[in-house]
Every structure is written in C-alpha cells, then in structure tokens.
C-alpha cells in the first residue's frame, strides 16, 4: 500500500509546484491577430500516439512508440509541442524535445524552434503551409539544409517526415518518418 500512495503524493505536489506556470503559458485558444494562420498547426493541438521512425545509413529502420503533446501558449500567440520517446530495448529513459513555434506577421511565415536537451540539439526551421501539407525548412547543427513535413493531415491522424539534403537541396535523403494518430 505504501508503495502506491507515496509516489501518488509525491506526483500531486509536483503538479501542485507547477501549477502557475503551466496556467501561466497555457491558452484555450489561438490569439485572433493570426486568423486563419491560427489553423495551420491549431488544427494539431491535442495529444497524439506517435509511431516514430528512424531511417539508418545501414537500411534499417529503428521503430519507437511515443506521443506528441500539442497546444496553444502565450496568450494563444504560439504552439508548444512535446515529442516524447517511451523507454524501449534501445532507450532505459523517455526521451523528451519541445518545439515553440508562432506566426512572424512580420516575414508572414511560422518559426520554430526544436530542443532536446538529451541530444544536446537546438534546431530552427522556418515556412509554412505548402498546398495541404506544412513545409517548415532550415539548417541542421552540422549546416546540411534540412526539410520537416507535416502531411496527410485530418482530425485523427498526420505524417511527419524530417529529410536531409547533403547537395544545397537538390535530392533530399528520409531520416524520420513518423505516423500519429490522435489520442480518444
């Protein structure tokens, strides 16, 4: 019994210690200065079973199951999302990125900024939607132009790919291929 009840204490007070902050960032809704703009990753905010993919230089292709958290913050001036790996055969810990994204009103497109403090990784990319897809594009850590995709987009699942390009962007190379369905 004392084993089921102190880590549930212990996880109230943490929640408790949080709790304005988190009510600080959070917003129910898009801000009505981005329009119809406020779609383009609204329509995302929920959270999502994440099938993740990644693509090897060998061929193979190594699979781990996760979510994706999205949702309005900052006055419903951006999106903050958190990718999160469950622990597996090839990872004893959850891996956890976060991604800040908002509209520039300014330049007219969304820009993001990915973290993952245990990849040691920051990364920006920049664009926005491309047909019925989003297209948000920069440069990687080791300034090889890359490519994230976000496509086949409904309310109950996405596609995300994440390409690299090691020739100024004429052929583009898959490393992430990603599949979410949105949680019930």
Same mark, same amino acid.
């Given at each position: 019994?004392?084993?089921?009840?102190?880590?549930?204490?212990?996880?109230?007070? =943490?929640?408790?210690?949080?709790?304005?902050?988190?009510?600080?960032?959070?917003?129910?809704?898009?801000?009505?200065?981005?329009?119809?703009?406020?779609?383009? $990753?609204?329509?995302?905010?929920?959270?999502?079973?994440? /099938? #993740?993919?990644?693509?090897?230089?060998?061929? *193979?292709?190594?699979?781990? !199951?996760?979510?994706?958290? $999205?949702?309005?913050?900052?006055?419903?001036?951006?999106?903050?999302?958190?990718?999160?790996?469950?622990?597996? *055969? +090839?990872?004893?810990?959850?891996?956890?990125?976060?991604? #800040?994204? $908002? #509209? &520039?009103?300014?330049?007219?497109?969304?820009?993001?900024?990915?973290? +993952?403090?245990? *990849?040691?990784?920051?990364?920006?990319?920049?664009?926005?939607?491309?047909?019925?897809? @989003?297209?948000?594009?920069?440069? /990687? #850590? /080791?300034?090889?132009? @890359?490519?994230?995709?976000?496509?086949? @987009?409904?309310? /109950?699942? $996405?596609?995300?790919?994440?390409? !690299?390009?090691?020739?100024?962007?004429?052929?583009? !190379? =898959?490393?992430? &291929?990603?599949?979410?369905?949105?949680?019930?």
């Amino acid at each position: 019994m004392r084993i089921t009840i102190i880590p549930l204490v212990f996880a109230i007070a =943490l929640l408790a210690t949080d709790q304005p902050m988190i009510r600080a960032l959070a917003a129910a809704n898009p801000h009505p200065s981005l329009g119809e703009e406020g779609q383009t $990753f609204g329509r995302l905010v929920g959270a999502w079973d994440a /099938d #993740f993919a990644f693509h090897r230089d060998d061929g *193979s292709v190594l699979h781990h !199951k996760g979510e994706i958290l $999205f949702g309005w913050v900052i006055d419903g001036r951006a999106i903050e999302d958190l990718w999160i790996g469950y622990p597996d *055969s +090839s990872h004893a810990e959850r891996y956890v990125g976060v991604t #800040f994204r $908002f #509209f &520039d009103t300014n330049r007219k497109l969304w820009r993001c900024v990915y973290v +993952s403090p245990q *990849s040691n990784y920051v990364v920006t990319v920049e664009g926005g939607r491309e047909g019925d897809r @989003i297209v948000l594009r920069g440069v /990687d #850590f /080791d300034g090889m132009p @890359i490519r994230w995709t976000y496509s086949e @987009i409904t309310h /109950d699942s $996405f596609h995300w790919q994440g390409e !690299k390009s090691h020739d100024g962007g004429k052929t583009w !190379k =898959l490393e992430e &291929d990603h599949h979410m369905t949105r949680r019930a």
